[in-house]
């Protein structure tokens, strides 16, 4: 039996001898412009998320906003330390800024007044 990391290993050459690959359903498959539009949009909300943080914990350093993505933990010692808040409130707290900043939108521009021709 070949182990995964095996399994994986072995795709080149299994390519090269002419083998049929299996199809990964991931980012490979996609096309550029989704994996761009996708990513920019993401991005976008995280930087929503991250003004809205902002606004809310002035405190916090952009370091300890970034905390948030991959430690967490550290995030929420961040808000407890400056703010004296429970880890429990500041989780709901994030939680309603994040359905906040994803709901916020700019308004569409069929509902911008119209400007008459001088």
Not at 39 to 50: E, M, R, T, V, Y
């Amino acid at each position: 039996m070949v182990s995964r990391a095996g399994y994986w290993h072995s795709l080149p050459r299994m390519a090269a001898a002419g083998f049929d690959l299996p199809v990964l359903d991931c980012a490979v498959n996609l096309p550029k412009e989704k994996i761009m539009q996708e990513s920019a949009n993401n991005n976008s909300k995280s930087q929503k998320l991250s003004a809205e943080i902002r606004k809310t914990w002035s405190k916090l350093t952009d370091e300890e906003i970034g905390f948030l993505a991959g430690k967490p933990d550290k995030f929420y010692e961040a808000v407890k330390t400056k703010y004296s808040i429970n880890k429990d409130e500041a989780e709901r707290t994030v939680k309603k800024l994040e359905a906040e900043s994803s709901t916020s939108t700019s308004a569409p521009t069929d509902t911008l007044p119209k400007v008459a021709n001088a």
